[in-house]
């Protein structure tokens, strides 16, 4: 690809998490080539811009894009190239781009994807954790109650799972993983590519000690291993442990408590615990 201009179409462009030497000479030329660029913020990608030295004109595209915006990007497709690019890493990761690839398909323009960072594979290979099989799950809620259900549903897959989270809100969330997943192997990546990267492994719990009161600063992902390969309790086995903890706690902490060490689903020990407290 060449820096003249582009064929008319939707350009997803992959841009640098942090270090611009991972902007790929093909991305660089797409956004020179380009007859517009779609950004979440404007001031970031700015920088990038004058980093190309690409002089392409900006304007916004992000969660407050309208429908009727969007129908206006998707009709200058016909005859501009537009590329969409998000303040770091792949476009459609956790942000709205999705709409705007299939309205453009569902009007039959053409889309084209330069691929290159992604902080979610980037992290997978630091962990060193099973990379076969894995869950992207972006963003736990903030609030605990849904954060905790966010947590059951994907309690159970086999699977290695990664998500998004910021510095302040990173103590509670691998506290509700500990306890809504059990003591799984882990690690919390940050800064990927940047100046202090960093990636810190180790139990859910051993995670849980080092941040309780020490929250990173910059971007992170967590990664949590997938769940030991065991059979899953047998109701007696469940009762028996039960029994145990319900003598000390109340049923919902002793079904946390019980469905962490035998690996059930949370909601299958809760259950029974409030059959055995009756």
Request: no cysteine; charged share 25%.
């Amino acid at each position: 690809m060449t820096e003249d201009r582009l064929p008319p179409g939707l350009y997803i462009v992959a841009t640098p998490i942090g270090n611009l030497g991972d902007l790929s000479p093909r991305a660089a030329n797409t956004l020179r080539g380009a007859d517009l660029v779609l950004a979440e913020d404007k001031r970031v990608t700015a920088k990038l811009l004058s980093h190309t030295g690409a002089r392409t004109r900006l304007a916004n595209y992000n969660d407050h894009t309208s429908e009727a915006e969007r129908n206006a990007i998707v009709a200058r497709l016909g005859s501009e190239a537009i590329a969409l690019v998000s303040d770091a890493g792949t476009p459609l990761i956790s942000d709205p781009g999705y709409k705007l690839v299939r309205a453009a398909r569902e009007a039959g323009h053409d889309v084209h994807t330069v691929p290159g960072p992604s902080a979610v594979i980037a992290a997978l290979t630091l962990a060193g954790l099973p990379t076969d099989r894995f869950l992207f799950a972006g963003f736990l809620p903030s609030k605990a109650k849904a954060r905790t259900d966010a947590i059951e549903e994907v309690s159970t897959i086999r699977a290695t799972l990664v998500f998004f989270e910021s510095g302040p809100r990173l103590a509670d969330a691998i506290a509700a993983l500990r306890e809504g997943l059990g003591d799984r192997e882990a690690a919390v990546v940050r800064e990927i590519s940047k100046l202090h990267e960093e990636t810190v492994t180790g139990s859910l719990a051993d995670l849980v000690e080092r941040y309780a009161d020490k929250p990173p600063k910059g971007e992170i992902v967590i990664v949590v291993g997938p769940p030991p390969e065991r059979s899953e309790a047998s109701d007696e086995e469940l009762d028996l442990a039960l029994d145990e903890a319900l003598r000390t706690q109340s049923p919902s902490r002793a079904a946390a408590e019980v469905a962490s060490l035998l690996n059930v689903p949370k909601k299958r020990a809760y259950a029974r615990a409030l059959e055995r407290s009756k």
